[in-house]
């Protein structure tokens, strides 16, 4: 008999490593040449842990390519898949693609000091430490969500910084005794990001104390002072 048949398996994509997110997709492109005719063409999977419902999203038989779901991989794992190719003499080869499955940031804390406090007068700091990942850099987000409000609200842009102060953060309703969850979120380079949330306590402060009043114009009682503080909390509630 001549040579085997020789073949190629690659993927059809330059990175380096895949999110698992749902709804997205590998395709892998095979070739195969032969001296005689071919015939079978087969894709398995020859390395990783098993996966539930199987890797593949389109046929597997008598075809150089095909496609696997992302989303049923598991984050962190390497997998190996192989295109066999069998010639009319039963000789065979083969060519095989690896996927690298990249795991979001792990290992690490978010909080939020203090876990209660008022609007407009306290700064809350929000903390998202000791994250750790193989993709650097890591971005952070955060956010906050009154309890019974369906959206979550920016609290920061993605940032850089693993803190981050504000006193502007939304009034908890009465009804759910002023809670708000606070969100934390860190990203690698890729893009996979873990997400953390907290429960704070956020309620209104009371400016008709005369001598908060006072304190918050300053020393000779700005009442200026004092009504644009009290717009900017009525405008959050």
């Given at each position: 008999p001549g040579a085997p048949p020789s073949?190629?398996?690659?993927?059809?994509?330059?990175?380096?490593?895949?999110?698992?997110?749902?709804?997205?997709y590998l395709t892998f492109v095979g070739t195969a040449t032969s001296s005689v005719s071919i015939t079978?063409?087969?894709?398995?999977?020859?390395?990783?842990?098993?996966?539930?419902?199987?890797?593949?999203?389109?046929?597997?038989?008598?075809?150089?390519?095909?496609?696997?779901?992302?989303?049923?991989?598991?984050?962190?794992?390497?997998?190996?898949?192989?295109?066999?190719?069998?010639?009319?003499?039963?000789?065979s080869g083969y060519g095989e693609v690896a996927v690298l499955m990249n795991s979001a940031p792990s290992s690490g804390t978010f909080d939020v000091d203090p876990s209660s406090g008022y609007s407009m007068e306290t700064d809350f700091t929000f903390e998202c430490l000791n994250w750790v990942d193989d993709d650097l850099p890591l971005k952070y987000t955060f956010a906050s969500q009154p309890f019974g409000v369906a959206e979550r609200s920016p609290?920061?842009?993605?940032?850089?910084?693993?803190?981050?102060?504000?006193?502007?953060?939304?009034?908890?309703?009465?009804?759910?005794?002023?809670?708000?969850?606070?969100?934390?979120?860190?990203?690698?380079s890729y893009g996979a990001t873990t997400e953390e949330s907290t429960t704070i306590t956020v309620e209104q402060y009371d400016y008709n104390s005369l001598g908060r009043r006072r304190r918050l114009g300053g020393a000779r009682g700005d009442d200026d002072a004092v009504a644009l503080l009290l717009g900017a909390d009525a405008a959050l509630s």
């Open positions: 073949v190629t398996a690659a993927a059809d994509s330059t990175e380096t490593k895949y999110n698992p997110t749902p709804g997205t079978s063409l087969a894709w398995t999977q020859v390395e990783g842990d098993a996966v539930a419902g199987g890797a593949f999203f389109t046929a597997t038989d008598d075809v150089l390519s095909t496609t696997i779901a992302l989303s049923r991989l598991t984050p962190g794992a390497t997998y190996t898949f192989r295109l066999t190719v069998v010639d009319s003499t039963d000789q609290v920061a842009d993605e940032q850089a910084s693993q803190t981050y102060t504000t006193e502007l953060l939304p009034l908890g309703a009465p009804e759910h005794q002023y809670r708000v969850r606070a969100w934390g979120d860190v990203a690698d």
